[in-house]
C-alpha cells in the first residue's frame, strides 16, 4: 500500500512505510523496559509471590482492553494523534485537547529522563567521564534517528526491542534450568518461596494494589501502537496483528519472569528492594545470571538496560513529536508544528519537542528540585491516557451505532464491549487514587502536591478550552465518523 496523509500544511506527506514487525516490536518493547528488569524484584517484595502475579495478570487484561479499545478506532480510523484525535471526534474537543498536551508533556519529559539515565548507566563501566557527556551524545544519536525518516525510527526500535526480547526468553530458561538444578549447582528448587512466611500474599489487598502501581508503570508505552498505526503501510491488519501477538507475549513474559525470580530469590531476600537502575549488580535478572555461574552478568544486564533505555527515549521522542504534530493540525498548536518534510517528519514538531527536552535536562544543573517536580508532574499521565482511550472508545462505538453502523463493517472490533472500557476506566481511577493514599491520610500536602500533580493540569487545560471555546460533550448522532479529519484522510485497501 502505498497511501500517504497529508499534513493539513504546506510541505511533505506523513508516509506509511511502518510494517507489522515494527508495529508489534514497538508495543512489545515499550512494556519491556527497567520496570521488568529492576523494579519487578521490589513488586515482589511488596505483594509476594502470589500477590505480584495477581497484580500484573490484572494489569495486563486491563491493558489489554485497552490496546483492543485502541485497535478498534485505529484500524476504522488511522491517525497520528491516536486518542487525544479520537477524544476530539467523539468525546469533545475539549477532552482531545487536554489530552493531546497532557501526553505531549509526558512525553517531552520522559525523553530527558530517559537520556539522563543514559549517562547513569554509562557511569557503571566509566565512572571517571562525566554523565552528561553520554546523556549529550544520546540525545544527539536519538535526534537524528528521528529526523530520517519514520523507517529509520522503526528499524531502529525493531532491533533495540528484539535485544530485550531475547534477554527475557534467554532469562527464562536459564532461571528454569536453576529451578531444575541443571545449573546453578543447588539442586533443584523447590516452591518454598511461595509458602515461607507471609508468602504468597504479603501484605494482603494493599500490596496487591501498590504493585498495580508498579505494574501500570511497567506497561505504559503500549499505547504507541495507536500513535503509530497512523504511519503504518496497512493498519487494517498491521495493528490487530501487533495487538494480538504483544499482549500474549507481554503476559508470559511478564508472569514467567516474577514465577522464576520468586521461585529463586525469596521474597525477604533485601535485594529485591531496590529499584534504582544505578544498583544494577542487585537486579534479580543478575543475581540469578550470577547464581547460574555467568560471571559477566552484571555487564551483560547493565548493557541490556542501556539497550531499554535508549529504546524508551527513541519511542517517546517518536511519540512526543507525532502528537506536537497532531495538535498543531487540530488546530490545538501553532500551525508550523504541523509541517511535514520531503521525508515524511514533522520536522518542527521533532525540533520543538528537542528544545523542551533540553531545557528539562539541563534543569538539574540548574534547580534540581525543579528538575525533580517536572518528572513528578508527569508522573500520572500515561494513565490519564489510558482513561483517555476508554472513554474514547465507549464514544465511538456508541456513535457508530447510534448512526446506523453495523459491527460487521468494522475490519476488527473490539470483544466484550462495554465490559472492556468500563473495566479499564475504573481500574484506572483506582490506581490513580491509590497513588499515595498514605499522603492523605497524614494529611502531607506537599506529598499529595507531587504525586498527583499531573491531575490538576489535565483539568487546567480542559477548564481552560472549555471555557475559552465552549467546548461541549459531543452526541453519538452528531460524532465524527468520517476517515479525514482536518487534512489528514484515510481510505482503508481493497480485500483481495
Known sequence: MDEQQSSGTQGGHIERTLKTRHLTMIALGGSIGTGLFIASGSAITTAGPGGALIAYAVMGVMVYFLMTSLAEMATYIPLTGSFAAYASKFVSPATGFALGWNYWFNAAITVPVE??????????????????????????????????????????????ALIKVVTVIIFIIVGVLVILGIMGGQGPTDLTNFTYKKAPFVNGVPGIITVFLVAGFSFQGTEMIGITAGESENPEKAVPEAIKSTFWRILLFYILTIFVIACILPYTDPHLLSSDVQDIVTSPFTLIFKRAGLAAAASVMNAVILVAVLSSANSWMYASTRMLYSQAREGYAWKMFGYVNKHGIPIYGLLGTTVVGILVWATQFIGPNAYNYLISASGLCGFIAWLGIAISHYCFRKAFLAQGHQLSELKYHAKWFPFGPIFAFVLCIVVIVAQNLSAFAKLDWSNIAITYMAVPIYIVLYLYYKLRYGSKMIKPTDADLSRSTKGESYEPTEDK
Not at 565512572?127 to 529526523?147: E, K, M
Open 115 to 160: 537520556i539522563t539515565t543514559v549517562g547513569l548507566v554509562m557511569n557503571f563501566w566509566l565512572p571517571h567521564v562525566p554523565a552528561w557527556v553520554f546523556s549529550g551524545v544520546a540525545f544527539i544519536l536519538i535526534f537524528i534517528i528521528n529526523y530520517l525518516s519514520v523507517r529509520s525510527y522503526g528499524e531502529t526500535e525493531f532491533w533495540l
